[in-house]
């Protein structure tokens, strides 16, 4: 019998903890892996005790489901996305609903709702954020695609999205067309990775300068928490410190290797704002560390024939962890300036008619960027939607200016002792060149012309020209 109300694909740790979330919300679910003891695995779990159907064809797992016939894939994006719509697509009726959960790039969620749409179908691409234990207790969810497609699944994803601490509201709403929710999702992954960077350059400059024990760690990062840098990965970053390795006795973190990892979505969040002409300095810097963590033995190397300053500090302790603190908070607020300004440069561009503001609203809970600061973002664009950047609003102006000066003697006190903070200085790059009424752009210009004739504008008089400087 067709009963079930809802069908996924794909049972990973991601689609494991939805399947089992929606069963919570009173959903009847139907799952289908392509291994079947993948699948048989799961069900021996906690999934047996709640509403979930296993079946181990297509053919069936269709079959079983109530039309419009809602399915969300959960599988590797690129090709394997592509090979399961393949499949599916010759067992359903027009108007069914392919919901693509994954990480796809945006371009590829474009082309799939224009393919199948064109044949009949409905198809949602929608970002989920929250790993592991968003997914089974409420991600954050971005679905982009038709609104007829989204007014199909809004029941269910408002019933399993987290509910922001303070005012309950779901973190899901409708995105935008084609892949605006691949897309917006794609920059929140990028914004994440601005706030990993800043707050592990922050962790650095602290223990270059001054060697804080684990335990001080904890208790500076906890601190930190209990103010307006409170949020998930200050909170997780606290613990971290607590956490002892078995085998030696040392805190873990300092045993872990210096490369950090990534799956891409940083990166697109880079190539994109460089194609649209979006400047997120910050973001970049901190897809350009990881690339620079990678070659952890080309470094070693290096450190044994370059040299530096010495990394000593002589001045008063607890005013650098305030500096640092201070440091932190304003950088990320660039960092979220400049991911909120390319999704402004985007919308326009793939005319998506982003709701800055909602998208603010929906990273409040559930998320991995879940934080105080964006409860302040969402009330910047409830004042004002048009607004051209988060540092103009009056709340974050006067955020970043009383920061100021501690924010400079953060980032010249790394410089000074030699310690890399390139997202923290990119950061304050930014705001100085958005605030300055003019840069040195002209010579650029000039040189420009100079050297290939490609002319300029002036400041006294309008028109295009060109100059002969030789």
Same mark, same amino acid.
């Given at each position: 019998?067709?009963?079930?109300?809802?069908?996924?694909?794909?049972?990973?740790?991601?689609?494991?903890?939805?399947?089992?979330?929606?069963?919570?919300?009173?959903?009847?679910?139907?799952?289908?892996?392509?291994?079947?003891?993948?699948?048989?695995?799961?069900?021996?779990?906690?999934?047996?005790?709640?509403?979930?159907?296993?079946?181990?064809?297509?053919?069936?797992?269709?079959?079983? /489901?109530?039309?419009?016939?809602?399915?969300?894939?959960?599988?590797?994006?690129?090709?394997?996305?592509?090979?399961?719509?393949?499949?599916?697509?010759? /067992?359903?009726?027009? =108007?069914?609903?392919?919901?693509?959960?994954?990480?796809?790039?945006?371009?590829?969620?474009?082309?799939?709702?224009?393919? /199948?749409?064109?044949?009949?179908?409905? *198809?949602?691409?929608?970002?989920?954020?929250? =790993?592991?234990?968003? &997914?089974?207790?409420?991600?954050?969810?971005?679905?982009?695609?038709?609104?007829?497609?989204?007014?199909?699944?809004?029941?269910?994803?408002?019933?399993?999205? $987290?509910?922001?601490?303070?005012?309950?509201?779901?973190?899901?709403? #409708?995105?935008?067309?084609?892949?605006?929710?691949?897309?917006?999702?794609?920059?929140?992954?990028?914004?994440?990775?601005?706030?990993?960077?800043?707050?592990?350059?922050?962790?650095?400059?602290?223990?270059?300068?001054?060697?804080?024990?684990?335990?001080?760690?904890?208790? !500076?990062?906890?601190?930190?928490?209990?103010?307006?840098?409170?949020?998930?990965?200050?909170?997780? @970053?606290?613990?971290?410190? @607590?956490?002892?390795?078995?085998?030696?006795?040392?805190?873990?973190?300092? /045993? !872990?290797?210096?490369?950090?990892?990534?799956?891409?979505?940083?990166?697109?969040?880079?190539?994109?704002?460089?194609?649209?002409?979006?400047?997120?300095?910050?973001? @970049? &810097?901190?897809?350009?560390?990881? *690339?620079?963590?990678?070659?952890?033995?080309?470094?070693?190397?290096?450190?044994?024939?370059?040299?530096?300053?010495?990394?000593?500090?002589? =001045?008063?302790?607890?005013?650098?962890?305030?500096?640092?603190?201070?440091?932190?908070?304003?950088?990320?607020?660039?960092? #979220?300036?400049?991911?909120?300004?390319?999704?402004?440069?985007?919308?326009?561009? #793939?005319?998506?008619?982003?709701?800055?503001?909602?998208?603010?609203?929906?990273?409040?809970?559930?998320?991995?960027?879940?934080?105080?600061?964006?409860?302040?973002?969402?009330?910047?664009?409830?004042?004002?939607?048009?607004?051209?950047?988060?540092?103009?609003?009056?709340?974050?102006?006067? +955020?970043?200016?009383?920061?100021?000066?501690?924010?400079?003697? +953060?980032?010249? @006190?790394?410089?000074?002792?030699?310690?890399?903070?390139?997202?923290?200085?990119?950061?304050?790059?930014?705001?100085?060149?958005?605030?300055?009424?003019?840069?040195?752009?002209?010579?650029?210009?000039?040189?420009?012309?100079?050297?290939?004739?490609?002319?300029?504008?002036?400041?006294?008089?309008?028109?295009?020209?060109? $100059?002969?400087?030789?």
């Amino acid at each position: 019998m067709s009963n079930n109300q809802f069908g996924l694909i794909g049972l990973a740790v991601m689609g494991q903890n939805l399947v089992l979330n929606a069963a919570d919300h009173g959903f009847k679910v139907a799952v289908f892996n392509r291994t079947g003891s993948k699948t048989e695995e799961f069900m021996r779990g906690e999934a047996k005790e709640k509403s979930i159907e296993a079946f181990y064809t297509l053919e069936e797992f269709v079959a079983s /489901l109530q039309r419009p016939r809602r399915i969300q894939i959960m599988v590797q994006a690129g090709r394997p996305v592509d090979l399961v719509i393949d499949q599916l697509k010759p /067992l359903l009726d027009p =108007g069914d609903i392919i919901i693509d959960g994954g990480n796809s790039f945006f371009p590829d969620t474009e082309r799939r709702a224009k393919a /199948l749409e064109a044949e009949g179908f409905r *198809y949602i691409g929608m970002g989920v954020s929250g =790993g592991e234990e968003g &997914a089974r207790f409420g991600p954050s969810m971005m679905p982009g695609g038709t609104t007829e497609a989204y007014q199909f699944i809004e029941p269910l994803v408002q019933a399993i999205s $987290a509910k922001a601490q303070a005012d309950g509201e779901p973190c899901v709403t #409708y995105v935008g067309p084609g892949g605006a929710g691949h897309y917006v999702k794609m920059v929140h992954n990028g914004i994440e990775y601005g706030d990993m960077q800043l707050i592990a350059e922050s962790y650095n400059l602290l223990k270059q300068a001054l060697a804080p024990s684990a335990e001080e760690f904890h208790r !500076i990062f906890s601190e930190w928490n209990a103010g307006v840098l409170s949020s998930f990965l200050i909170e997780i @970053t606290a613990n971290i410190f @607590t956490k002892m390795d078995d085998v030696t006795g040392q805190p873990l973190v300092e /045993l !872990i290797l210096d490369k950090a990892g990534q799956k891409g979505t940083g990166k697109w969040t880079s190539q994109n704002a460089l194609d649209i002409g979006s400047a997120i300095p910050t973001i @970049t &810097a901190a897809v350009d560390s990881r *690339y620079i963590s990678a070659i952890k033995d080309e470094r070693v190397a290096a450190g044994q024939v370059l040299s530096g300053p010495k990394p000593v500090y002589s =001045g008063d302790r607890q005013q650098l962890i305030d500096a640092v603190r201070d440091a932190l908070y304003a950088s990320k607020i660039c960092s #979220y300036a400049q991911g909120m300004a390319l999704l402004k440069k985007a919308s326009a561009e #793939y005319n998506y008619n982003l709701d800055l503001g909602e998208m603010a609203r929906i990273w409040r809970g559930g998320c991995i960027i879940r934080a105080e600061l964006l409860d302040d973002i969402t009330n910047a664009y409830r004042r004002n939607p048009n607004l051209p950047n988060l540092l103009v609003d009056d709340f974050f102006k006067t +955020a970043v200016e009383s920061r100021q000066a501690a924010w400079r003697f +953060a980032v010249t @006190t790394a410089v000074q002792m030699g310690v890399p903070v390139p997202a923290m200085s990119a950061s304050l790059a930014y705001f100085d060149s958005y605030r300055a009424a003019r840069l040195p752009a002209n010579l650029i210009q000039a040189q420009r012309d100079y050297f290939g004739a490609h002319t300029f504008e002036r400041t006294d008089k309008e028109g295009v020209f060109h $100059a002969q400087w030789f």
